[in-house]
C-alpha cells in the first residue's frame, strides 16, 4: 500500500470539533462561496478555543480544498464541499443506487483470499463453522478520494464462480448473478465506529476518525446466506438520506418513511 497521505484531520479533539463544525456550514451553504471568516481571534472567543486551535482547524479546511488562506486577509471560502457532495443513499432502502456509485466511484481490492469464516460471520450467514469463505477487502474511491471500506465474504462453493481479477473490476451483486444467485432479500443495521489504523490509511483519515458502519447480510430465494458485508464510510463523503410522511388522525399521527419503488439492484 502507498505511504498515507497526511490527513486533513486536525489533531485535537477542539480543533477537530472546530474543523467539523465549519466544514458542516460549508457543506450546507451557510457559508457561501467568497465569504470572509472572521478572524482568528474572534473565532476563538465564538467557539471558546484558543487562536492555535482555530488556526489548525483552518489549516485542515485549507487542506481540503473548502477555504484559502490569505496572508493579512483572513480566510476566503472557496466552497468545494458544496460542489463536490457527498455520495447519497436512500436510507429507506439503506444503500446508494447502483447506477450513481458505477457511474461515480471506482474499487480497489486490497486482499483476496479463502479461508473459514469468522464466528459472527458463520453466524450471520447461517453456515458450518469448518465451511470456508472468500473473503475481500477493498476501498471505493469518488476521484482519486476514498470513502468506504468494504469487507465480503461469500460462501466458497458461491466464489468459485468468479476470479480475483473479476471482483477487482465488477460489482460484487453482478458476480453473484453471475453465479446464478438469486438474491431475495437482506437485513441491514447502520451504526457508528472509530477508524482502527489500518482503516484510517486506506480511508485517508486520522486513526479514531467517526466512520459510518454498515453490516449486511444478503439471502437467496431459498433463505442461504450468500453474502455478509461490513461496510465504512466517510460521512464527510456518504450520506444516507430519508423522506417522511406524516400520516394517521387524531392523536396517533406520526411520520413514517416514504419508500420509493423497488430497487432492482443494489451495490456496496
Known sequence: MSQQKPSS??????ARRVYLLLRDEISSGSLQVGTLLPGEQRMAETYGVSRVTIRRALEGLA????????????????GRAAQDGPMSGDITSLMPQVVDMGRETTARLLSF???RAPMAVSRALALDPATRVQAATRVR??????????VTYVPEEIARNYTEA????????????RSNVQVSGAHQTVTATLASPEVAEALDVSVGSALLSIRRVVRDQDGRGVEYLSALYR????????????????????WEPV???DSAEAAE
Open 9 to 14: 484531520l486536525p489533531e485535537g479533539g477542539k
Open 63 to 78: 487542506m481540503d480544498g473548502l477555504i484559502q488562506k490569505k496572508t493579512g486577509a483572513g480566510s476566503i471560502v472557496l
Open 113 to 115: 483470499s479463502y479461508d
Open 141 to 150: 474511491l469518488i476521484g482519486d478520494r476514498p470513502f468506504s471500506y468494504l
Open 166 to 177: 473479476d471482483l477487482a473490476t465488477t460489482p460484487l451483486f453482478k458476480l453473484l448473478e
Open 235 to 254: 460521512p464527510d463523503m456518504f450520506r444516507l438520506d430519508m423522506d417522511l410522511d406524516r400520516v394517521g388522525r387524531g392523536s396517533d399521527r406520526h
Open 259 to 261: 419508500i420509493g419503488p
